[in-house]
């Protein structure tokens, strides 16, 4: 479904402007009014119904907070902890037109606590109205917030500067805020940028011109948001049409449903499928309301072709000239919002066009200091902060450059683990693989090597807390398939930490690249047809599934050693719980650092399996009875 526009005179009388409908954001750091300057707007323009001003005047006396007068504020803090605390928590929207426009607003909070909502507001946003305290300046919670809102590629910019009448509407005030703005948000791509001096409390320059600042010309902030030219051009971009689901009510009848991400498609066009290449030409273009000849963005349609190809739900549909690009890898924005930190190397799930597929952050460029704009050097991510990155995809994906195309730029990464969104990206760049790197084909396969050896390669990958027994077991383990000729090698986490690994410490990236290399490792040992005995605490659950999914369906058998706590700090012969307790070592699994139990192990250890000897005979039972190696 298109934006709807609003068609107004222009200034000659006789021809007539279309405008779409803005959408904008209020943002800035706490307590800048920008509550009150929403609910100043609709107030003014009396679109406030009279019940809903009955409230106000209630919750004004209740909560407010600008003694007699109404707190316009609370009209937009709907909820009762945002009226208590005097507060935004979470966006709230408004809609609402004059004669000359629609608009959508989002009111965001302004608490760094609350940013990631920020951010979730400002996506889609055309323009942003970044409110300043003109008592305070620029704080770091707008420089925050100015970094987002140009990551997310929003373009025009209002800088608010409220409050004026606690200055005297001083006219130094504002052009000093203007200037050091203007200085911070040098090289962030915003095409326009008004400066407008206010008082939202009562009214100046918000919805008409004031005299209280004589020296300032310009139009009202609404006189300014009513002309602003935001003209969304996705229509005049090539052509992105992801495939919602396919649309097939009978033997007659298929078709791909989903809405027009940018471009224009017409009955008879040659279109692509984006990864495969598949070509077909558009039959029809249909929708509710009957065939059209042809579509463009934002239009909702169903395509149904001259010729039947493999087409599916995530496919992205271009015309043959103007392919996205295909990648695994690319380098990205990032704005981490997650609690736990980012970990490069760990697994994530990307939600890009449409598709969800694993990735992983490869590596961290750098991280923006916000307060210059400043690259820094960084191993991580936290929380509110922006990063560029690379990332690694596990299956190939159509994507573009941010810069050109904002819809197909765009995608979100969330935690495997909570499903929770962690990160808001925007693609700067494909990384392309070497062109001269090719996987090699070997004639001996791994099944090949796995029957000269009867037996089914596999890992067995020992996790529990240090002291549980895992190694103990695992070269019993071994001990008791050596006997039964089978062909096996361990890997024990102190030996690879003084060599392959030696060079990583105990931090929870350390860990995760840790595990990733002994993954590669344990899958390249599968491969020359061994068992592999991997004995690791991997304390996240995140690795241990990254393992499993490098290799192939039953290579993966999970043992977890589950011994208590207090059993294995009883067992401490290195002195290594009671030197954690002491403070001398750091990231100490069990103590200062979480352990993640396995759900679904293929085999739980515990205190009830009888001695270390029985643990293994149980465990070679198993490897019999799933026929991994046959009875002596």
Not at 422 to 432: D, E
Not at 440 to 452: H, P, W
Not at 583 to 590: D, S
Request: hydrophobic share 40%; charged share 25%.
């Amino acid at each position: 479904m298109k934006h709807p526009m609003t068609t107004f005179p222009a200034r000659d009388g006789e021809t007539t402007v279309q405008l779409p409908t803005l959408r904008l954001l209020t943002c800035g750091s706490v307590d800048d009014g920008k509550s009150t300057l929403i609910g100043r707007i609709l107030y003014d323009r009396g679109l406030v119904p009279d019940d809903q001003l009955v409230t106000l005047e209630r919750d004004s006396r209740k909560f407010g907070t600008t003694g007699a007068d109404l707190d316009l504020a609370l009209l937009i803090d709907g909820l009762e902890a945002e009226q208590q605390q005097g507060i935004t928590i979470d966006v709230a929207y408004r809609y609402f037109s004059t004669d000359k426009r629609s608009f959508i607003i989002a009111d965001t909070p302004g608490h760094e606590q609350y940013t990631r909502n920020m951010a979730t507001g400002a996506a889609n946003c055309d323009l942003a109205i970044l409110l300043i305290d003109a008592r305070k300046g620029i704080l770091d919670q707008t420089l925050r917030h100015m970094s987002i809102v140009s990551m997310l590629g929003i373009r025009h910019i209002v800088l608010a500067i409220n409050k004026m009448d606690l200055v005297d509407y001083s006219e130094a005030v504002f052009n000093a805020v203007v200037t050091d703005f203007t200085a911070h948000a040098s090289g962030l791509g915003f095409k326009t940028l008004a400066a407008i001096p206010m008082s939202a409390r009562f009214g100046v320059n918000v919805t008409s011109p004031s005299t209280s600042m004589p020296w300032r010309h310009g139009p009202c902030l609404l006189d300014y948001l009513e002309t602003v030219d935001v003209a969304d051009d996705a229509a005049e971009a090539p052509l992105r049409f992801p495939i919602q689901w396919v649309n097939r009510p009978n033997l007659d009848f298929r078709g791909m449903s989903g809405t027009v991400m940018s471009g224009r498609v017409k009955v008879g066009d040659e279109i692509s499928i984006a990864d495969t290449g598949l070509t077909t030409h558009v039959a029809r273009i249909v929708t509710m309301d009957g065939d059209l000849e042809s579509a463009e963005a934002n239009d909702a349609v169903t395509l149904v072709f001259t010729e039947e190809i493999d087409a599916s739900r995530g496919d992205l549909i271009c015309h043959v000239a103007d392919r996205p690009t295909v990648v695994e890898q690319f380098a990205a924005h990032l704005f981490w919002m997650g609690a736990d930190k980012l970990l490069p190397g760990r697994s994530y799930l990307i939600k890009i066009n449409g598709r969800t597929v694993p990735a992983s952050v490869t590596e961290i460029k750098h991280r923006l200091n916000i307060s210059n704009q400043q690259k820094m050097a960084a191993k991580t991510l936290r929380i509110n902060e922006i990063g560029f990155c690379n990332i690694d995809v596990s299956r190939t994906i159509c994507i573009d450059s941010f810069e050109h195309f904002r819809n197909t730029g765009a995608f979100l990464l969330v935690d495997r683990t909570t499903n929770a969104t962690v990160a808001i990206g925007t693609i700067a760049f494909p990384l392309r693989r070497a062109t001269n790197v090719h996987l090699q084909r070997m004639s001996v396969t791994k099944e090949v090597r796995a029957t000269l050896k009867h037996q089914k390669p596999a890992v067995l990958w020992f996790t529990g807390l240090s002291g549980s027994g895992k190694s103990t077991v695992a070269n019993l383990v071994e001990v008791k398939l050596a006997a039964q000729h089978a062909h096996t090698a361990t890997l024990d986490g102190d030996n690879l930490r003084h060599g392959l690994n030696r060079d990583l410490g105990f931090t929870d990236a350390d860990r995760v690249e840790n595990i990733r290399r002994v993954g590669e490792v344990s899958k390249l040992m599968v491969d020359a047809g061994l068992i592999v005995l991997s004995s690791f605490i991997s304390p996240f659950e995140a690795e241990r599934r990254m393992v499993r999914e490098l290799l192939g369906p039953g290579e993966f058998v999970e043992v977890f050693v589950d011994t208590p706590l207090d059993v294995c700090m009883q067992r401490d012969r290195k002195g290594l719980y009671k030197r954690a307790l002491a403070g001398e070592i750091k990231n100490f699994t069990g103590i200062d650092q979480p352990y993640e139990r396995p759900d679904n192990a293929e085999i739980v250890l515990t205190q009830e399996d009888g001695t270390a000897e029985q643990m293994a005979d149980r465990i070679v039972k198993y490897l019999r009875d799933n026929n991994y190696v046959v009875s002596a």
